[in-house]
């Protein structure tokens, strides 16, 4: 018989391994992106802000493996549970940066062609 934690983990790894996976295909889908609009500029955005994307599915793969380990009561990961909560925050954090300063930028070039 299952328990319902255990039913319960395994439907939260799930979902966490289908968003991550989901993060990657759109990662590498923005950074093919060819098509020139203009001077470029949304090719280039896209191929930037992807690279962020891909970083945060690193990071929802790093919680999932997290999450899994600390359910299945798995002995050294008492020892490492503060690295491993630093590298998922790490990618997080740089991900993140990466979207934000790539739209950023994005954005700011779309601006000046309409000017």
């Known amino acids: 018989m299952l328990d319902s934690t255990k ?3 395994i439907v939260i790894e799930a979902g966490a ?3 991550a996976f989901a993060a990657l295909v759109a990662a ?13 500029i949304l ?6 802000i992807s690279i ?15 999450t899994y380990l600390q359910s299945a009561n798995f002995a ?13 925050l790490f990618f997080f954090v740089v991900g993140t940066y990466i979207i934000v300063i790539g739209s950023k930028k994005t954005g700011d070039k779309l601006e000046s062609l309409t000017q």
């Open 7 to 9: 039913l319960l983990t």
């Open 17 to 19: 391994f289908i968003s």
């Open 28 to 40: 590498v889908i923005m950074s093919k992106v060819t098509k020139k609009f203009g001077t470029g």
């Open 43 to 48: 090719a280039s955005g896209f191929k930037s």
């Open 52 to 66: 962020g994307v891909f970083f945060i599915a690193l990071g929802i793969l790093v919680d999932a493996v997290e």
């Open 76 to 88: 050294p990961i008492e020892q490492f549970i503060t690295v491993i909560i630093l590298v998922k």
